[in-house]
């Protein structure tokens, strides 16, 4: 049995997973700055209750941040997914 063929072989999966887990942290990572961002920008003195206009800035802060999030994830599937087309269409 030929080793070194068996680690080419599995070099592309792990590399895949580290890239995947990579833009697992990134992703995390932006969640926590946003997070921080929306709390610095509209959190004026913290209190038992969040105003009216606090808490409307607060929940459009949240969603255009789950709208961008959304399309980030779709676009880093896209990316994957052609990805894995062209190593197959290559290997083919």
Not at 28 to 42: A, F, I, P
């Amino acid at each position: 049995i030929n080793m070194e063929n068996q680690g080419a072989t599995a070099d592309p999966q792990l590399q895949q997973f580290i890239e995947i887990e990579s833009q697992k942290q990134r992703f995390q990572q932006l969640v926590h700055q946003m997070t921080e961002v929306c709390w610095e920008k509209y959190m004026d003195k913290p209190g038992p209750k969040l105003d009216s206009r606090t808490e409307i800035c607060f929940v459009n802060c949240v969603e255009r941040f789950i709208d961008t999030s959304q399309f980030i994830l779709n676009r880093l599937e896209q990316t994957q997914r052609s990805k894995v087309s062209f190593s197959e269409s290559m290997s083919e």
